[in-house]
């Protein structure tokens, strides 16, 4: 990761308390593990990059942290506020934006906005909104419905909706999905300055060199349980064999292990134990 451009936590975080503490977290659908006693915190300023494979469990992690989806057993606490014991004053303190922005058909760009506003009681909105829309690019879509906007429009609409009420903690599903490079620029530089006002970002991608950017740390999971943890710096020094190798190639190193030490096809087709994937 780029120490040069990730923003600086730790001033923040000497005086701030932890936004996102997540303890034992488990999920589990009719039998199925998705989740597996996940624990990890994300203070002010920091951006952690949630990573794994397909059905990895990053999804249902960050619909657990939104309190979309009840855990089976652990505690999430959003801005010190337990999740379960106060869920509306938690949710008021975090904004999610899911990978398929969820939009009403019959409202325009403004008015979208306008009824975020009222509920969560954002008074200001009319001074708020106009700068927010300048800032994702969409002054000039007020007026429009959402089938009037291209797919990454209505990803940039999502995040407005999302930022409007100045969410301390934010969890973001795919964030980049459909902008074009301009847009993704603009969308880059507006999670770095989410993260240098003091907000906690949680930030899931298949785009590693995204994550390799913006990140200051790390959580690796697959087949729902952490397999790495920290900054890049901290996951290599744990495991010096990886040292020199991309992200990308740190990724693939760390789940094809978890997958060989379950005795599970890697990518190379062959199990720890020696038998040929499928055999």
């Known amino acids: 990761m780029d120490a040069g451009r990730a923003p600086a936590a730790s001033a923040l975080a000497v005086i ?5 503490s997540v303890e034992d977290l488990r999920k589990s659908y009719d039998g199925q593990v998705a989740v597996r006693a996940l624990s990890f915190a994300v203070g002010p300023g920091e951006v952690l ?9 990053k999804t249902t992690t960050l619909r657990c942290l939104a309190g979309i989806v009840v855990p089976s057993a652990g505690r999430v606490a959003i801005a010190g506020i337990d999740l379960r014991e106060d869920p509306v004053a938690a949710k008021r303190a975090l904004a999610f934006v899911p990978d398929e ?31 927010l829309l300048a800032e994702l690019e969409l002054s000039h879509k007020r007026g429009a419905l959402p089938g009037e906007l291209s797919r990454g429009m209505r990803q940039k ?14 969890l973001l599903d795919e964030p980049l999905t459909g902008l074009d490079p301009a847009g993704i620029r603009r969308m880059k530089a507006t999670i770095r ?11 899931s991608s298949h785009l ?34 990886l040292a020199g190798l991309s992200l990308e190639d740190v990724f693939v190193a760390l789940t094809s292990e978890d997958d060989a030490a379950a005795g599970r096809p890697t990518e190379r087709g062959v199990t720890e134990r020696g038998t040929p994937a499928g055999a």
């Open 49 to 57: 990059g949630l990573v794994g494979p397909n059905g990895a469990g």
């Open 157 to 170: 609409l999502a995040i407005a909706c999302a930022l409007l009420h100045d969410p301390r903690v934010l």
């Open 16 to 20: 701030t308390p932890v936004l996102i």
């Open 193 to 203: 300055d989410r993260a240098r006002a003091g907000n906690a970002v949680v930030l």
């Open 208 to 241: 590693l060199h995204l994550v390799e950017e913006l990140c200051t740390r790390l959580l690796v999971v697959h087949r729902g349980r952490a397999v790495a943890h920290g900054t890049m710096e901290e996951i290599v020094a744990a495991r010096p064999e």
């Open 101 to 131: 922005p969820a939009l009403f058909d019959y409202l325009t760009v403004d008015e979208h906005l306008r009824f975020i506003a009222r509920l969560y009681g954002v008074a200001d909105a009319a001074e708020r909104i106009p700068p």
